[in-house]
């Protein structure tokens, strides 16, 4: 009866880290924003504004492929497989993310397990 809760990796909070730091530092590019484009395209915010999302972007691409640690046996899952949809109880059919929805009823995956130890977690 007592079920313990499943152990967590934080992938997902990677992607939300990232979402979350770039609205939040293109507010602040808008916010202190002159009226005047001219003052605006000459200030220092907007110098910054292409590395960061030319960072930002490359993040979003590392992010995506850094494998992740089963936190049951600590040992290395693939980031990339064929995984299975608890929603609709469907293999994806090809290599995919597991931060990629489902091909087939779009959901996106919560939970995974891992191959080593055959446990579930969260994503």
């Not at 979350?20 to 602040?28: G, K, M, V």
């Amino acid at each position: 009866m007592d079920e313990k809760p499943l152990k967590n990796v934080y992938f997902h909070f990677r992607f939300k880290f990232l979402a979350i730091t770039a609205i939040s530092f293109l507010l602040y590019i808008i916010l202190s924003s002159s009226f005047d484009f001219s003052e605006f395209s000459s200030s220092t915010q907007f110098k910054l504004m292409g590395p960061f999302l030319i960072l930002s972007g490359i993040f979003y691409f590392v992010f995506k492929k850094v494998p992740i640690k089963c936190p049951n046996c600590s040992k290395l899952i693939a980031t990339r497989k064929d995984w299975h949809c608890p929603e609709c109880n469907k293999q994806q059919g090809k290599q995919r993310y597991l931060m990629d929805k489902c091909v087939h009823c779009k959901q996106i995956l919560s939970t995974s397990f891992c191959e080593h130890c055959k446990e579930e977690f969260r994503l």
